[in-house]
């Protein structure tokens, strides 16, 4: 255990004691990117989940030639785009906390895969990238819609915007942002009040991270802030899977194949499903066909 989380677990106050509420901890980069890496290494491995999500991507965009991938919140140790690298495809990631953005240079022993910048304002021309992945970033983001609006802006006519977040009508036991019991499901206020709690007394509420969860969101919402920032179709991985048996894994399979095609035909168990399953959505730019020059 490092120094600063020695001191953190004996007395969590008495690093403030001595200066404003607005400043930083110290050691808070360096704690945040220890936990980083430990849970990366827990997890699995990602090239499946990868390989499901360029099946659900081709059936929204054509994925043939040099596609431009746009990995937003890459941190420290970005296995994602890695394996999109690995796999021949034009992925750059971005970073905006410096000790991750070097940590994440280090790690794919690449300078030019990771650039350092914010999902409010992308290091990024205008309609250069084809797709657009903010995985676990927008419930941190200072402006959900400038962050909407920015990739929208980069993406080319068609291209689309792979969104994983917090759904704050999830039900039982999934990867949290806080460490504490129910907290997605909690009034707004108090979810303000432990935001405060680790900003300023307890840092391992929300593992250490300077930027914690603060924004939760329903399917539709995620519609509604995406149409605002110009995009025109959403889809959630329940609408881009193909409800046959051989698609399906385990002896359930045909009962989720069967479930899945009655879900995509029906408003009302889709609705439902997507209060489960809605902190996933696909965002697409709409495709514009210049008119022609008169005369």
Not at 175 to 189: D, G, K
Request: one cysteine or more; charged letters at 25%.
């Amino acid at each position: 255990m490092s120094e600063y989380r020695r001191r953190v677990a004996e007395d969590p106050r008495s690093l403030y004691r001595s200066r404003r509420l607005t400043e930083r901890c110290p050691g808070l980069d360096a704690s945040s990117l220890d936990w980083y890496r430990n849970d990366v290494a827990r997890r699995p491995d990602e090239r499946p989940r990868i390989e499901r999500l360029l099946e659900c991507l081709e059936r929204l965009i054509d994925l043939r030639g040099c596609p431009k991938f746009l990995v937003v919140g890459c941190g420290p140790r970005p296995e994602s785009l890695r394996v999109l690298r690995e796999m021949g495809l034009n992925a750059v990631g971005v970073e905006p906390v410096p000790l991750f953005f070097a940590a994440a240079r280090r790690f794919l022993a690449n300078d030019e895969a990771v650039l350092e910048g914010r999902a409010e304002d992308l290091p990024a021309e205008d309609e250069s990238q084809h797709v657009v992945l903010l995985e676990s970033v927008l419930e941190h983001v200072d402006s959900v819609e400038r962050t909407l609006t920015e990739a929208q802006r980069v993406l080319v006519s068609g291209g689309v915007a792979y969104v994983v977040t917090t759904n704050r009508h999830r039900l039982g036991r999934h990867r949290a942002e806080f460490n504490v019991p129910l907290y997605p499901h909690l009034p707004s206020v108090v979810k303000e009040s432990y935001v405060f709690q680790h900003l300023h007394y307890d840092p391992s509420l929300a593992n250490y991270t300077e930027r914690p969860a603060v924004h939760w969101f329903t399917f539709a919402e995620l519609c509604k802030l995406g149409r605002a920032a110009g995009f025109t179709q959403f889809y959630s991985h329940l609408d881009l899977k193909t409800p046959e048996p051989s698609s399906f894994l385990g002896s359930r399979r045909w009962l989720k194949a069967t479930a899945l095609s009655h879900i995509q035909r029906s408003p009302w168990l889709r609705a439902i499903a997507l209060a489960q399953h809605g902190g996933t959505i696909f965002m697409t730019k709409g495709r514009y066909v210049q008119e022609a020059e008169p005369g």
